[in-house]
């Protein structure tokens, strides 16, 4: 009893920090990198807005062919993509750096002159911060600035819509090496329970590259059934290691499949029995298993580190409970377990950790379309 009480503790925290983190989200400003010098950008707009209730998320994209009013159209595809509260990024002119801030409606310009090339190029990053702050901190207060960005826009060459393959996935690098904490259901038919075997559990998941390492710990709720001679329950407590491979992937979805290895404790008690039978002492059973899996997971916002996970999986058990009889001639079978049991999960995954860092474009990970 302690032990599930413990679990639901556990589970009821686990649901409240997520949902407390989510209504306290900062909103996200986006630096759009367009070469290795904005490194240095990227580390001074962070002491900049450091005090501000902002967070800042860096994408990387080499796109140095394209015209100024073609990174314009993309920098506002971008900004929309990640729900940003805007999206910072510059173009070069030969008097210096046009540092452009993208918002949802309006476009702010300002030129940071450059006269030498090299050492104007530390006061050119520390201007351009400072001059991001002002701007950043007007839009928290609800201040419009800059100009109109359908006039900007339409005051410029009509560009070329860019491909949809070249959409970036700024939150798949982080979402790849930061842990994923998570909480859910997992029912399960066992050929026996009259509603099925069903636990509540927590999981810690570790992605890397496109595989997904898994530990998980599930508490099963009581199953009971009886029939004229006897009455029994039956729980569960288990554990699972396993490993996903990313079948496909974009932004907000993702497609996998996977192999674990579990191992369970069952524990049955006799509840009641007919007259002329004596009730068997509680005991427990290990179980091991072997569980293929395909699980779909969802992502809300781009802005949340948050997942959804839905799992179908079969668990082919090696080892399980044998329910029966004492008899003078030995143990009669009188129910068994199905060796395979069908299964199907529902999980929340919350990545606590999930820092923002360059990502690439689709297109140069050489993978298919795939966070």
């Known amino acids: 009893m302690f032990v599930r009480a413990g679990i639901w503790i556990l589970l009821l925290c686990s649901v409240l920090v997520p949902l407390a983190a989510w209504a306290n989200f900062p909103s996200v400003v986006v630096l759009w990198m367009q070469s290795s010098e904005d490194t240095e950008l990227a580390a001074r707009m962070s002491g900049q807005l450091a005090d501000l209730s902002v967070r800042i998320q860096s994408i990387g994209s080499e796109e140095a062919s394209a015209t100024p009013s073609e990174r314009l159209l993309r920098a506002t595809q971008l900004r929309s993509q990640l729900s940003a509260l805007c999206l910072v990024y510059w173009d070069k002119e030969s008097r210096g750096r046009r540092l452009r801030i993208v918002t949802t409606d309006r476009l702010f310009e300002r030129l940071i002159e450059q006269t030498d090339r090299t050492q104007g190029l530390s006061a050119a990053m520390e201007s351009a911060a400072v001059v991001t702050r002002a701007v950043v901190r007007a839009l928290l207060a609800g201040e419009p600035t800059g100009v109109s960005l359908a006039e900007a826009m339409a005051a410029q060459p009509t560009p070329e819509v860019l491909p949809e393959k070249e959409a970036v996935t700024p939150l798949d690098q982080s979402a790849r090496t930061a842990v994923l904490l998570g909480m859910g259901w997992l029912g399960g038919i066992d050929g026996q329970s009259p509603f099925g075997q069903h636990s509540l ?8 590259s496109r595989v997904v390492l898994r530990l998980s710990l599930w508490a099963g709720l009581p199953s009971r059934w009886s029939d004229d001679l006897f009455s029994v329950s039956l729980s569960r407590y288990s554990a699972a290691l396993g490993a996903q491979v990313v079948l496909f992937q974009s932004s907000s979805l993702r497609l996998l499949t996977g192999l674990g290895v579990t191992g369970s404790l069952f524990h049955r008690s006799t509840l009641s029995v007919s007259s002329g039978y004596e009730p068997t002492a509680s005991q427990v059973v290990l179980g091991i298993g072997i569980v293929p899996s395909l699980a779909l997971w969802l992502r ?53 950790l999930t820092r923002s860092q360059p990502a690439r474009s689709l297109s140069s990970e050489g993978a298919p379309t795939s966070s």
Do not use: D, H, T
Not at 203 to 208: D, K, Q, Y
Not at 322 to 351: K, M, N, T
């Open 201 to 208: 559990g927590l999981s810690a998941s570790l992605p890397v």
């Open 300 to 352: 809300p916002s781009l802005r949340i580190p948050l997942w959804l996970e839905l799992s179908v999986s079969a668990e082919a058990l090696l080892r399980r409970p044998r329910l029966g009889y004492v008899e003078p001639s030995g143990f009669a079978v009188y129910r068994e377990l199905w060796p395979v049991w069908p299964l199907g999960g529902l999980q929340i995954l919350w990545s606590p």
